[in-house]
């Protein structure tokens, strides 16, 4: 875990660092068009893990995979695992 952490934390730092170097070359302009492009592919990134997601979904029950019972509980770990770092949302109880 501390390796992770310190990992996250070098990651960060370099991210900093490079927003810095861009305003100090390019300005306050330069710096906000870098953090706009890096939430852009943030964004994309979600939506095409999401995307994954659902054409895994569709895929595993048209071709009746997800009644393995390994496959439907990789498929439960990966959503869950998903769901707690918010890149899919908590079922509602509605859903059920």
Do not use: C, H, P
Not at 41 to 63: P, Q, T
């Amino acid at each position: 875990m501390e390796e992770s952490d310190n990992r996250k934390n070098l990651l960060e730092q370099l991210n900093n660092a490079v927003l810095d170097m861009t305003e100090q070359v390019f300005g306050t302009k330069g710096r906000e068009f870098v953090e706009n492009t890096q939430y852009q592919i943030k964004e994309f990134n979600l939506s095409a893990i999401r995307a994954w997601v659902n054409f895994i979904d569709k895929f595993l029950e048209d071709s009746k995979l997800i009644e393995n019972e390994i496959v439907k509980k990789t498929s439960a770990t990966i959503k869950d695992l998903l769901k707690q770092l918010k890149i899919l949302e908590e079922d509602s109880e509605d859903d059920f």
